[in-house]
């Protein structure tokens, strides 16, 4: 057996990571995003201080693949647990793992009133413009046109609205220290989606205010398409309608050179 060098290593599991198979559907970037946040966790060196805070939804087995502290919250309740947390424990790292239907539908009032409070929590933010877990129900982040399980005529923006662009909302409000959003559709953008979870959880550490990355992920097995062909959807679809960006990084955040 070939000697793992630092020259020839390929792949290790973060020690953030347990040794537990992933119940995600393949082609989902779930996983993709799950290892960006360990690999940060183990470069920062702060998984022994970090609690986690997963909803129902697709993560909701997360605590099963991180070696951190982990808590489970009600549909859409993570940032008030997250809160909670935070403010009994101020020196630990605390963090939720929403998807879209929790986050921006049930959720949304607990998301809004978090960043507008500016806790000083930081939240990983999976868009893939669906309900997930429950069978592909339309979100309000599901594209105008999308067809969803329970929008089989694409979503009509006359009956249903359109889609709540998050991170542009939630940049809007003075409690927000860092808002961006990423995307995992390719090595490119899944590099520049680390380095930007990387700094909100240094915006948190550093005492500067409530923090959200949004991911744009794929859904293959609701899109009705296959990992790769997902992968060009989102890039179509999704790119324009939630284009990537920093929607809001405090002064604070700039000066520290975070």
Same mark, same amino acid.
Not at 11 to 38: E, I, N, Q
């Given at each position: ?79 008030? $647990? ?55 129900? $339309? ?120």
């Amino acid at each position: 057996m070939a000697v793992m060098t630092p020259e020839n290593l390929v792949y290790v599991r973060p020690s953030a990571f347990t040794d537990t198979p992933t119940h995600y559907c393949p082609g989902c970037t779930h996983g993709v995003a799950h290892r960006l946040v360990a690999e940060v966790l183990d470069e920062m060196e702060l998984t022994n201080r970090t609690i986690g805070v997963a909803p129902v939804g697709c993560s909701v087995f997360m605590y099963n693949y991180f070696a951190t502290d982990f808590v489970e919250a009600a549909h859409g309740r993570a940032p008030a $647990m997250a809160t909670g947390i935070k403010r009994c424990l101020p020196d630990r790292i605390v963090f939720t793992y929403q998807g879209d239907g929790d986050l921006a539908s049930i959720g949304t009032g607990e998301i809004i009133h978090a960043a507008a409070r500016g806790e000083n929590i930081t939240v990983i933010f999976i868009n893939n413009t669906n309900f997930g877990m429950t069978g592909g129900q $339309m979100a309000p982040t599901t594209l105008p046109g999308q067809k969803t399980t329970s929008s089989p005529n694409g979503r009509d923006v006359e009956l249903q609205g359109y889609p709540i662009r998050m991170a542009e909302m939630l940049a809007t409000l003075d409690g927000a220290g860092y808002v961006v959003r990423r995307s995992l559709h390719d090595p490119a953008n899944i590099r520049k989606a680390k380095k930007a979870i990387r700094t909100a959880f240094e915006t948190q550490r550093r005492g500067l205010g409530f923090s959200l990355v949004e991911l744009l992920s794929t859904c293959p097995s609701n899109w009705n398409l296959t990992p790769v062909e997902s992968l060009k959807w989102l890039e179509e679809h999704m790119l324009p309608y939630y284009p990537l960006g920093d929607y809001k990084v405090a002064p604070s955040i700039t000066a520290a050179k975070i």
